[in-house]
């Protein structure tokens, strides 16, 4: 029954700062109601296959940056330590 006293800090434990949303991953909540509305509203059909190419390709391009972890700004060495095993 030895408790730590509230004054000893564990200098491993990571801190979990305020929570919010992670706004990145919500974006195909964008991109799919645009493609059936590029598809149906555009008339000119030039400017409908650019438009839908173009989205399609924004949102690869956004799928890709997120796999390799372009959007990893703030990330603490000592947890990517970890992560890699070391």
């Avoid at 706004?23 to 296959?49: G, S």
């Avoid at 890709?64 to 060495?77: G, K, M």
Wanted: proline share 10%; no cysteine.
């Amino acid at each position: 029954m030895s408790a730590k006293p509230a004054a000893v800090v564990d200098p491993y434990r990571v801190q979990a700062g305020p929570r919010t949303p992670k706004w990145m991953y919500a974006t195909p909540l964008v991109f799919a109601p645009l493609l059936p509305l590029i598809r149906l509203q555009v008339k000119n059909p030039v400017l409908r296959q650019r438009l839908f190419g173009g989205t399609v390709a924004v949102a690869f391009l956004h799928g890709v940056l997120l796999l390799t972890n372009s959007y990893a700004i703030n990330v603490d060495p000592r947890a990517e330590r970890q992560m890699r095993g070391r």
